[in-house]
């Protein structure tokens, strides 16, 4: 059993290690959003496919909806929305420009899938951690069935009493 309590202490230790780096990631790395509206940016330069605005709307939650992306939502505003993706794509934004834009609108929550990086990564690592530990878990119950299950019976000794009141009643068995 304590060995099962080692592993399970070393992978809870080894999770904390990880929220820790990840919790230390420089945000510096993705780009700002842009304070000029698209408008200000002036004329379409860059030619824009659907499949690019599509792309960018799947990883947006709809305002409305709340249950669908961007891309998928009938709503209006969604509709919306993917044309102020169309204009900054062709203004010669990246996409994530255009989503640290609707991040600083909305914030975090417009994102579909919650960034790996600081208290969301919790969002990430908690279920496979939980996973883990089930895992642990099932492991030791296994293993002290399969040792309960092994472990040899021991015979009590017969007394003479014992095997004369066996001899009785097998006797009594045959008659």
Do not use: N
């Not at 080894?14 to 790395?29: C, K, M, P, T």
């Not at 279920?127 to 299950?149: D, K, M, Q």
């Amino acid at each position: 059993m304590s060995r099962g309590v080692t592993v399970a202490l070393l992978a809870l230790l080894a999770i904390g290690a990880g929220l820790a780096f990840a919790g230390s990631l420089s945000l510096a790395q993705s780009p700002g959003p842009l304070a000029l509206s698209p408008a200000a940016l002036g004329t379409a330069t860059t030619p824009v496919t659907e499949d690019a605005v599509r792309e960018i709307a799947t990883e947006l939650r709809c305002v409305v909806c709340q249950s669908l992306s961007v891309a998928d939502s009938p709503s209006e505003t969604a509709h919306q929305m993917r044309e102020i993706i169309r204009e900054r794509l062709a203004a010669g934004e990246t996409p994530e420009q255009i989503k640290a834009y609707f991040v600083e609108k909305y914030g975090l929550w417009i994102l579909l899938a919650p960034p790996r990086q600081g208290f969301s990564l919790l969002v990430w690592v908690v279920p496979f951690a939980g996973l883990l530990g089930g895992l642990v878990l099932v492991a030791l119950v296994v293993r002290r069935w399969s040792r309960a299950r092994a472990a040899p019976v021991e015979a009590r000794p017969v007394d003479e009493a014992m095997r004369r009141r066996i001899r009785r009643e097998l006797a009594d068995m045959d008659r």
